[in-house]
């Protein structure tokens, strides 16, 4: 049988499709709205450093949704926090790709500086060469990964020893006196880098539990450059003690696996 009017059934077809168009979005609205603020209760998990109840929030996330740029930004930052900066660093140059270097690349210097990947820690710094994280990262690398320019780490914990603003909160403070603590050692300046850890010390019992324990890390590293090998394994045993299952005390425990035996 002929259609007498097909405007009109050509109409009704593309209201139909436009129906099922705003269902399909608002579907899509809802889902990616729930994403969001699980996302946001991860990140907020992470602030107050509960590394564990952050990885189950977004652990089925990124299962579900791997290729969403968002997603796997969050997902790296976690993964970073839970003591796996190798998996992060993989999550994080593909969301950087979507995301822009501004948000990911100083956690992406920091990630690389924690897998002692200076040279990749360097090209990932200038693309955001500006940003208080990673001119703290890159100072981290610079001094301590492998393949890094002492010099210029010194430069840069320099420079982040005369920053107020970077230096305003406790955990800012503490990890620029670390650093200038490293920066002096290597250069032969023992009571420059003690006093530097004293500093750091003074903010010990004002820092989260995360905090402490990767200050600590870096602290050791200074306490072993001024060849203070049993100050160092202390330290990092401190630093596991304080935050084992974090990125601060994963780093602690693989540079305490390299000093001798105690007795050695």
Known sequence: MAVENPGVLIAFIAALLALALLAWFARNQVRYGRVSETLIDAEEALDRGEVEKARELVAPLLTR????????????????????????????????????PGRVAPKLVAAYAALNRAGDARRVAALAPDDPMTRLALAWSELAAVGGDRQQGSVLADGIARDTELRSTPAGDAMANVLEAIAAARAGQT??????????????????????????????????????????????????????????????????????????
């Open 65 to 100: 949704y791997p290729q969403l740029p968002i997603v796997q930004d969050v997902a790296a930052d976690v993964l970073y926090a839970n003591g796996d900066p190798l998996s992060a660093a993989s999550l994080y140059e593909r969301a950087m790709k979507k995301l822009g």
């Open 191 to 264: 009571g420059r880098a003690r006093e530097a850890l004293d500093r750091a010390s003074v903010q010990r019992t004002k820092l989260a539990d995360h905090d402490r324990a990767f200050v600590g890390y870096l602290g050791g590293i200074a306490l072993l450059e001024m060849g203070a090998r049993a100050d160092a394994r202390e330290t990092w045993t401190m630093a596991i003690d304080a935050a084992p299952e974090t990125i601060g005390g994963a780093l602690a425990r693989r540079e305490r696996s390299h000093l001798p035996a105690e007795g050695d």
